[in-house]
């Protein structure tokens, strides 16, 4: 059965033969593309971009339209052409805040021009074989292509798209989504029991009420009021206090009386004396 797949054993000698590359003249657009190490010395990559006017475009591909569109040749290997296009288009793939150091790095680009030229060598090669008319290989190089042309449709996207004005979306995130946004209602509580179990309910909010008329006229007698007549176990760990309660964590009167911000809170056997407020 006739085949057109390259083999391994003929790609391996294929590899094994290609002459050295012959790297042309470059424009001055992308004069750092062509040195390589033997040609120039490398740039200091600390430099500042804009002392090289000549290397602005190339580290900025949106910043000059002709770049990509130059057919001139770049380098030259067993009768295959890299073009100035071609180069500027690998550049265009490297990330904006690394382009610059990378075009200036002599090495790095001898080594990109080297291996874009390897891949046209072997692609024509390829496509001599009648390889890249394979289905199954056409669906391949359609999706790369897709692939390619929807990063850089992104990229230019992104590039040309005005400031966010994250005010607006913030707002706009509300009005759509408005329950994402809700905080739990809470209340900072303090209070000081006084209990019906040693006395009677009259007695219990009796003593509650003066307690609070006291209060009324020196609040900030709070404390030492919770420390002298409450008789909640726990007074001595919070003073009396319970900062950000929510819904569920107290007795129902006592929770009731609390987000009303009410003051006196009856009990089945005691009387809860409350300053309750939310917080800000």
Do not use: C
């Given at each position: 059965m006739h085949t057109r797949h390259l083999s391994v054993l003929s790609l391996a000698a294929l590899l094994a033969v290609l002459p050295p590359l012959t790297v042309q003249s470059p424009t001055a657009r992308s004069q750092a593309a062509a040195e390589s190490p033997a040609q120039a010395p490398t740039a200091d990559p600390t430099a500042d971009p804009a002392a090289d006017p000549a290397a602005d475009p190339a580290a900025d591909p949106a910043a000059d339209p002709a770049l990509g569109t130059s057919t001139e040749p770049l380098a030259v290997q067993r009768g295959v052409t890299l073009t100035q296009g071609e180069i500027d288009a690998a550049f265009s793939r490297i990330p904006a805040e690394r382009r610059q150091m990378f075009i200036r790095s002599g090495e790095q680009v001898d080594q990109l021009i080297r291996s874009l030229l390897q891949n046209k060598v072997l692609a024509a090669e390829a496509r001599k074989a009648g390889f890249d008319q394979e289905p199954l290989v056409r669906g391949r190089l359609?999706?790369?292509?897709?692939?390619?042309?929807?990063?850089?449709?992104?990229?230019?996207?992104?590039?040309?798209?005005?400031?966010?004005d994250y005010e607006a979306l913030a707002y706009e995130n509300y009005l759509a989504h408005p329950e994402a946004w809700m905080t739990v209602e809470m209340v900072d509580v303090s209070h000081l029991l006084v209990s019906s179990d040693n006395k009677s309910e009259e007695k219990a909010l009796?003593?509650?009420?003066?307690?609070?008329?006291?209060?009324e006229e020196n609040p900030g007698e709070f404390e030492a009021l919770v420390e002298e007549f409450s008789e909640d176990p726990a007074k001595n760990r919070n003073k009396g206090r319970f900062p950000a309660m929510t819904r569920g964590q107290m007795v129902e009167a006592f929770e009731q009386a609390a987000f009303a911000l009410a003051e006196l809170a009856l009990n089945r056997n005691s009387v809860d004396l409350i300053l309750a407020h939310k917080p800000a």
């Amino acid at each position: 059965m006739h085949t057109r797949h390259l083999s391994v054993l003929s790609l391996a000698a294929l590899l094994a033969v290609l002459p050295p590359l012959t790297v042309q003249s470059p424009t001055a657009r992308s004069q750092a593309a062509a040195e390589s190490p033997a040609q120039a010395p490398t740039a200091d990559p600390t430099a500042d971009p804009a002392a090289d006017p000549a290397a602005d475009p190339a580290a900025d591909p949106a910043a000059d339209p002709a770049l990509g569109t130059s057919t001139e040749p770049l380098a030259v290997q067993r009768g295959v052409t890299l073009t100035q296009g071609e180069i500027d288009a690998a550049f265009s793939r490297i990330p904006a805040e690394r382009r610059q150091m990378f075009i200036r790095s002599g090495e790095q680009v001898d080594q990109l021009i080297r291996s874009l030229l390897q891949n046209k060598v072997l692609a024509a090669e390829a496509r001599k074989a009648g390889f890249d008319q394979e289905p199954l290989v056409r669906g391949r190089l359609a999706q790369v292509s897709d692939r390619e042309l929807v990063d850089a449709w992104i990229e230019r996207v992104l590039e040309q798209a005005p400031d966010a004005d994250y005010e607006a979306l913030a707002y706009e995130n509300y009005l759509a989504h408005p329950e994402a946004w809700m905080t739990v209602e809470m209340v900072d509580v303090s209070h000081l029991l006084v209990s019906s179990d040693n006395k009677s309910e009259e007695k219990a909010l009796e003593l509650a009420q003066s307690l609070r008329a006291r209060l009324e006229e020196n609040p900030g007698e709070f404390e030492a009021l919770v420390e002298e007549f409450s008789e909640d176990p726990a007074k001595n760990r919070n003073k009396g206090r319970f900062p950000a309660m929510t819904r569920g964590q107290m007795v129902e009167a006592f929770e009731q009386a609390a987000f009303a911000l009410a003051e006196l809170a009856l009990n089945r056997n005691s009387v809860d004396l409350i300053l309750a407020h939310k917080p800000a």
